[in-house]
T-cell receptor, first 113, second 112 residues
Framework: EAQVTQNPRYLITVTGKKLTVTCSQN?????MSWYRQDPGLGLRQIYY?????VTDKGDVPEGYKVSRKEKRNFPLILESPSPNQTSLYFC?????WGSGELFFGEGSRLTVL | QQQVKQSPQSLIVQKGGISIINCAYE??????FPWYQQFPGKGPALLIA?????SEKKEGRFTISFNKSAKQFSLHIMDSQPGDSATYFC???????????FGGGTRLMVKP
């Protein structure tokens, strides 16, 4: 089944404790992206990657890091989480840059205390 | 500063009625306007999309109306059903479609 898989789905952590949210897609998509969803603000892009080893900042990259060492994986790293990073995070992928439709994972709900 | 403004934030419609969600954008370079549907506990999924060379696109009960001069587009759900209850996001992008700017979302509830 074609899908975007995120882990963990739920996480409660404390300020400053490094964490990684993994994202994997099995559709051989070139383009991958991370969004955060907050009430009333919709989805805002954190980082995106057009292909392996090519990443760039989105609209809200502060406090986040990403890497794209393999085509299928695009982990989101919070080096020193803070309470304002409490949010619902989505990974998404698309066949290639410009192909339009984004396929989203089921989300990772993160709470930073 | 939101480049895509969506209204209303929430909407309650009776079964069989018409649901209408509106979006307005600022960036005239936007050239791709999709709508995503999100059910609780799930990620958004593409519902329908339009490019500015047409003023309307219909897929089943779902229609996008697009007004380029007013920089507005809307989603109409005809004969709304309880199964349509979800959060709907409008979005816009330029030059290809992947770099989406989303509206704030509309939570739709269709009452039986």
């Amino acid at each position: 089944e074609a899908q975007v898989t995120q882990n963990p789905r739920y996480l409660i952590t404390v300020t400053g404790k490094k964490l990684t949210v993994t994202c994997s897609q099995n559709m051989n998509h070139e383009y991958m992206s991370w969004y955060r969803q907050d009430p009333g603000l919709g989805l805002r892009q954190i980082y995106y990657s057009m292909n392996v080893e090519v990443t760039d900042k989105g609209d809200v990259p502060e406090g986040y890091k990403v890497s794209r060492k393999e085509k299928r994986n695009f982990p989101l790293i919070l080096e020193s989480p803070s309470p304002n990073q409490t949010s619902l995070y989505f990974c998404a992928s698309s066949l290639m840059w410009g192909s339009g439709e984004l396929f989203f994972g089921e989300g990772s709900r993160l709470t930073v205390l | 500063q939101q480049q895509v403004k969506q209204s209303p934030q929430s909407l309650i419609v009776q079964k069989g009625g018409i649901s209408i969600i509106n979006c307005a954008y600022e960036n005239t370079a936007f050239d791709y306007f999709p709508w995503y549907q999100q059910f609780p506990g799930k990620g958004p999924a593409l519902l329908i999309a339009i490019r500015p060379d047409v003023s309307e696109k219909k897929e089943g009960r779902f229609t996008i109306s697009f007004n380029k001069s007013a920089k507005q587009f809307s989603l109409h759900i005809m004969d709304s059903q309880p199964g349509d209850s979800a959060t709907y996001f409008c979005a816009a992008s330029q030059g290809g479609g992947n770099m989406l700017t989303f509206g704030g979302g509309t939570r739709l509830m269709v009452k039986p």
